[in-house]
């Protein structure tokens, strides 16, 4: 029973440089997110999705990208890393089934130096 | 400006005593609130709900509270358990979908034997 599943867990960025945020759910859930968590800041919303090919802003969208070509898989690329964005990342999911409920990946730590 | 606020960074607690976390909004337009627990190193994992329509929710050890004339919500834990340690978040969502959940910066609750 994966649910929703994050890699890599831990990754060290250097100022300037691009990776992606891998997340897989296997609920079979049309709603996915990805949230990022600060001290004292609660999660934000960053970038969302309601379906396969459908992708919009979330409340923190500026230095990131999304893209949903499957329905189990919702990708955070970060273009140019900047150490402000130095946080760490939830990708979370919720489907007709599961109601209101969102459900969260463990997190992916990530620090830009 | 906070949507969401969470005006209690820390509270502690005696075990078998009553916990009582407070969570404010501002937006009237919420209709749906939550409330998640969360484990150093894990995601948020969901503990319970409450629709706008209603103004409690139980479910075991935990209610939640809402009065909407104060856009106030709480939940109450009891008899507290050492277990119950976490951050709590309360998230708000509304009509424009509740994958756009607005979080508050979360309380962290110790409770001491």
């Known amino acids: 029973n994966a649910g929703v599943t994050q890699t890599p867990k831990f990754q060290v960025l250097k100022t300037g440089q691009s990776m992606t945020l891998q997340c897989a759910q296997d609920m079979n859930h049309e709603y996915m997110s990805w949230y990022r968590q600060d001290p004292g800041m609660g999660l934000r919303l960053i970038h969302y999705?309601?379906?396969?090919?459908?992708?919009d802003q979330g409340e923190v969208p500026n230095g990131y990208n999304v893209s949903r070509s499957t329905t189990e898989d919702f990708p955070l690329r970060l273009l140019s890393a900047a150490p402000s964005q130095t946080s760490v990342y939830f990708c979370?999911?919720?489907?007709?089934?599961?109601?209101?409920?969102?459900?969260f990946g463990e997190g992916s730590w990530l620090t830009v130096v | 400006d906070q949507q969401v606020k969470q005006n209690s960074p820390s509270l502690s607690v005696q075990e078998g005593r009553i916990s009582i976390l407070n969570c404010d909004y501002t937006n009237s337009m919420f209709d749906y609130f939550l409330w998640y627990k969360k484990y150093p190193a894990e995601g948020p994992t969901f503990l319970i709900s409450i629709s706008s329509i209603k103004d409690k929710n139980e479910d075991g050890r935990f209610t939640v509270f809402l009065n909407k004339s104060a856009k106030h919500l709480s939940l109450h834990i009891v008899p507290s358990q050492p277990g119950d340690s976490a951050v709590y978040f309360c998230a708000a969502g509304g009509s424009g979908g509740y994958n756009k959940l607005i979080f508050g910066a979360g309380t962290r609750l110790a409770v001491h034997p």
């Open positions: 979370a999911s919720r489907g007709a089934v599961s109601g209101n409920t969102i459900y």
């Open positions: 999705s309601v379906g396969a090919g459908i992708t």
